[in-house]
């Protein structure tokens, strides 16, 4: 999932370029409450660079322009800056930038490869992970780069880390139990329980706005190809659904900053695109339309948008006990 994923990905996105042809149905503008903007990261121009589609547009806009691949955005949640995945220094590192392409700053330096940066809830810190063949493991910095800790040591890959929106605690995948499912801890690394058991990878879970529930892609091989569906549960673990279909591969769901709708890539209609539903998996809405790879999106919370009052505002001590 990681490093492999990553290079499959911009495999993919090459290859999307080239063997699928443009599909017909248009992407169509919503009504004046949609959701705010996403971004995404996409091939269409040759190699892997972001974008963002603000509501209403067909075309998004290229927020990354350079021959590096540049993967895997997560907007800030104040929706200011965008943190994201370049090997434009050479390999895998942590970059963050303005929502229009500027001021880029390069958060990790070193000749690890990290991957998956997603802010906390109150945008003080990015928790992203660090691949240390074959083992991947959960880290946590200051937004700027600084004071990265680990809070991981499985020696199995721990992937896409995501904070509860009340800061308390982690969700994130892991391999360590033999194949993918999803994990909680608490944010200081402590406490590391599973959440899932089954045969199927439970990979990408992303928990809701308010805290109650968490949406994540079930992936499995079935009649000679990868499939997959996105599922919700509640935060405790119970009350376990599928939203989407199993006949296609639905993957990495993330909530829109009111928990109404899900975004999530799929190749439904023949090769990935982003699609949005609703927070119950009804009406399903392609937002891109483009022969190459596009995925791994996100919701940009408006600025002139408050934080949720669950999202705590002030500084949680939960990080100062140093590595578990
Ligand atoms: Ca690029
Ligand atoms: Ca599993
Ligand atoms: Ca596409």
Known sequence: MGRPEAVTKAVRALA???????????????????????????????????????????EPRRLTDHPAVDLCPAPSPDGRRIAFLSDRGGNMDIYTMDLDGGDVRRLTAGPEREEHPQYTPD????????????????????????????????????????????????????NRDGNYEIYTMAADGSRQTRLTNTEEWEIFPAWSPDGKEIAYACKFRAEGRMQGMIRVKSADGSNDRAITAVETRDENPMW??????????????????????????????????????DGWAAFVPERSK???????????????????
């Open 256 to 293: 829109s900053p009111d928990g109404r709708f899900i975004v999530f890539q799929s190749v439904r209609d023949g090769n990935f695109e982003i699609y949005r539903i609703n927070r119950d998996g009804g009406d399903p809405l392609r937002l891109t339309d483009h022969p190459a790879w």
């Open 306 to 324: 408050k934080c949720p009052s669950n999202v705590y505002r002030t500084e949680p001590n939960v990080f100062q006990g140093g590595m578990p």
């Open 16 to 58: 999307a370029l080239l063997l699928f042809p443009a599909p017909h149905a248009a992407v169509t503008a919503g009504p004046a409450d949609d959701p705010p903007a996403i971004v995404f990261y996409s091939g269409r121009n040759g190699n892997p660079d972001i974008y963002l589609l603000r509501p209403g547009e067909k």
């Open 123 to 174: 945008g003080r810190r990015i928790l992203f992970v660090r691949d240390l063949e074959p083992r991947t493991e959960i880290w946590i910095m200051d937004a700027d780069g600084g004071h990265p800790r680990r809070l991981t040591d499985s020696g199995a890959r721990d992937e896409r880390p995501f904070m509860s929106p009340d800061g308390t605690k982690l969700i994130f995948m892991s």
